[in-house]
């Protein structure tokens, strides 16, 4: 759905519910996957400043929030990473899960030597783009060993459901394609795209409640993730009408897999895997992440508290030794224009 369309659906939901045209902090909520739209932008541009530093990452970044939020125009914003050993607990359900990821290379010979040499950029930028946004007024949040999935899909579940707010979930990840509904959207910047219930139906032919069942079936191969053999979309559906137009469990699959293996061999296929179905089914489902309740808590801790306020000055004082440079247009005005509503917001919070 594109923006113009679904900020006029979103307008027209607003005046039915007779809210007034002023917005509260957990009114419209951006949630982004960091290291997500971190990797995007360090593959895709390979800018270096005056030294011949590579800023690809950190400066890609920092203008595609300030893209996102005049888009978006949100009360709040929230930038989500992995914690260190975040992957931990899925792989002790799927060993292979991830694995084969970041072997090969995401840029180019012309910046970049040798793989160390990539990778220690990555971790350089990464770094210091913690510092940029600290300067700023949003809330970045990492945990140890959990992942940053779970982190996005629990604040956007408590914030929709606790403060019925609008949360605009940014990741090219199509894992948070299950968690949409009537308050949570995804954008895909791949796609430069939003997804709304309506959008997941059209595109994939099933309910957004039931793209987990859909990925679970058919695989991801992004994650290692293996479905059933020769089961693709078409025939997923030809066989699973349900899914268009029901919200199912696993278990219903099952049900109707045993009263049907005798017409087809998918059916006995699902019966047979359902052990290793179940598995993926549970690493891949976000709307039973895999956190403890302190880790909720502390989440919702976080939530309620208010973020730094702007600091301009620090931020300029990073961006000038960075050597950023013409990276940002207009960077004061860029800095006033897209982070002072959020400060105000902020404030009020307070």
Known sequence: MKKQELFKLLDNINQEEGKESTFNIND???????MN?????FAILNYVNEAGVHIGGLAGFLRSLGFLINQIKPTSVYVVFDGIGSSTNRKNLI?????????????NWDVFENLDDEHDSKIDQISRLIHYLRCLPIKVISIDKVEADDIIAHISDYLSTKHNSKCFIVSSDKDFIQLINGNIIVYR?????FYTPQTVLSKFGVLPENFILYKTLIGDN???IAGIKDLGPKTLLSKFPELATEVL?????????????KEHVIYSRIILERNNLDKN??????KNPLMDDNEKEYLND???QPCFELNIADFMYLYNEDGLGHSIKNVNFWLQDNFMPLNNFNKSKK
Request: glycine letters at 4%.
């Open 28 to 34: 419209r909520i951006l949630v982004i996957d960091g």
């Open 37 to 41: 739209l971190f990797l995007r932008n």
């Open 95 to 107: 060993p292979e899960y991830k694995s084969g990821r970041n072997v090969n290379r995401i840029t």
């Open 189 to 193: 910047p791949t796609e430069k795209e």
């Open 222 to 224: 992004s994650d290692k």
């Open 249 to 261: 469990s696993l278990d219903d699959i099952y049900n109707i897999s045993e009263k049907k293996y």
């Open 281 to 286: 089914f549970k690493v891949m489902d976000l």
């Open 302 to 304: 976080i939530i309620n």
